[in-house]
């Protein structure tokens, strides 16, 4: 199985970032799916997750400014994340489990991830 995360590098104060992660060799609808960040000289944070029946769940700490949705007929899984400022810039990851994991950054327990995807928000 393999995630490619897709989206801007950059973004705008106030805007929308918007990543999608595209699967394959694997379908969504058997994992579930998640999205972590790593800030500038901080660990990894734990953005929220879509199962495989669809249900999502997010931070609560980023809860007002999320949306995780999918796609089956692409196999992708989506981030929204609104109203950014800088402290949003991170790499931004997208990873793949059988498990149901509720707010971990333990690498392990992730049995996919993709590559990364720098988001910078900065005018």
């Known amino acids: 199985v393999q995630l490619q995360e897709s989206g801007p590098g950059l973004v705008k104060p106030s805007q929308t970032l918007s990543l999608t992660c595209t699967v394959s060799g694997g379908s969504i609808t058997t994992n579930s799916g998640y999205w972590i960040r790593q800030p500038p000289g901080k660990g990894l944070e734990w953005i929220g997750r879509?199962?495989?029946?669809?249900?999502?769940y997010y931070s609560p700490s980023l809860k007002s400014r999320t949306s995780i949705s999918r796609d089956t007929s692409n196999n992708q899984f989506s981030l929204q994340l609104n109203s950014v400022t800088p402290e949003d810039t991170a790499v931004y990851y997208c990873?793949?489990?059988?498990?149901?994991?509720?707010?971990?950054?333990?690498?392990?327990?992730?049995?996919?991830w993709g590559q990364g995807n720098q988001v910078t928000v900065a005018s």
């Open positions: 879509i199962t495989s029946s669809g249900s999502t």
């Open positions: 990873a793949a489990s059988k498990r149901l994991i509720l707010a971990a950054t333990t690498t392990k327990l992730y049995d996919y």
